[in-house]
């Protein structure tokens, strides 16, 4: 008879201690490019050739005859040295320009459900609630003459790094907990995803990682076939995590005997992570780890890329600024 998969829930997240304050000295270091950040190319002798390109949320470049490339953790300088090496490949006599334009990776980024999105300078000492007023709040819609909240606090998440701090948005907002107002720092992605979109996220030894939105309901066999299936390198284990990312819950379901049948397929919930770890990387802590820095960069690359494809304006080398005031 088939096996029903139990969840289990994991160690509960202590609040947050309060980021360190930056210091007063000035570095000596390079300033090193990260993602929100504006930079002005162009091709010395040749005719429309200047872009102006933001770090997208990957932390990449995308530009003419180069393709993308990774800019962010990088100097100008040694961005434009990568470039020009690529660029001669095709352009073997030219000299690539590359100008900062502005420095939007000391600011943070609110996204989902709040009135203003976007990318908002960071102006000394921000916290969490700060933040979501500055955006204008959490977004609520009309339902049968009632206001109603469109924000899932629940599965609310704070990214900062290429992986999830986690925070109880719940608590802080609903409840009143201000031990989880963290401080936030240059680079944060705060999301608030909407209670009327329903997502799942099947990530790790796939064909295709991402998010699978759904009407109805959708089962982790269904999920894995929208996602192409698992990769000969897939291990014989797949990791299901639900729940509150303060607090999770974690499942295993043996992917071996779900195929054969003698496991029971597994309904979905929405925001869901069905994670698939490699063969030699099934470890339950370790896989909780990478699941969530899979799932961090999923969500940051999914809710920025809509941002940034309405700043840039069809190729024409303008854009529209991106950090409110």
């Known amino acids: 008879m088939p096996t029903a998969t139990v969840l289990v829930p994991t160690e509960p997240a202590a609040a947050p201690a309060a980021l360190p304050a930056a210091g007063n000295g000035v570095s000596v270091e390079p300033y090193r490019l990260g993602i929100g950040d504006v930079l002005d190319f162009s091709i010395y002798g040749l005719d429309n050739t200047r872009r102006r390109v ?11 005859g180069v ?10 300088d040694e961005l434009r040295e990568e470039l020009q090496r690529l660029l001669a490949e095709t352009y073997r006599y030219y000299l690539i320009n590359v100008v900062p334009v502005t420095f939007g990776s000391l600011s943070y980024t609110v996204l989902g459900q709040v009135t203003n999105p976007g990318m908002y300078p960071l102006r000394g000492r921000t916290t969490i609630i700060e933040a979501l007023c500055r955006a204008g709040g959490l977004s609520s819609g009309q339902y049968r003459a009632s206001t109603v909240d469109l924000a899932d606090l629940q599965h609310a998440v704070l990214i900062r790094g290429g992986t999830t701090v986690p925070i109880d948005f719940e608590a802080l907002i609903v409840n009143g907990e201000t031990s989880w107002n963290a401080e936030l720092a240059a680079g944060d992605i705060l999301y608030i995803p909407s209670v009327l979109k329903k997502n799942v996220y099947v990530l790790g030894e796939v064909k295709f990682p991402r998010s699978i939105g759904f009407y109805g309901s959708v089962t982790l066999m269904g999920a894995l076939a929208e996602a192409g299936g698992t990769l000969s390198s897939a291990g014989r284990t797949a990791y299901l995590i639900r729940g509150k990312l303060a607090k999770p819950s974690l499942g295993k379901v043996d992917l071996e005997a779900l195929l054969r049948g003698k496991a029971a397929d597994v309904p979905l919930a929405p925001d869901d992570i069905v994670y698939i770890p490699a063969r030699s990387f099934e470890f339950a802590r370790s896989v909780m780890e990478a699941a969530l820095r899979s799932f961090a960069l999923t969500v940051a690359s999914d809710s920025g890329s809509t941002l940034y494809r309405q700043e840039i304006r069809g190729g024409t080398g303008s854009t529209k600024a991106t950090v409110l005031p």
């Open 67 to 76: 393709g993308t490339v990774r800019a962010a953790g990088r100097t100008v």
């Open 54 to 64: 933001p770090i997208d949320p990957s932390g990449s470049i995308t530009y003419m």
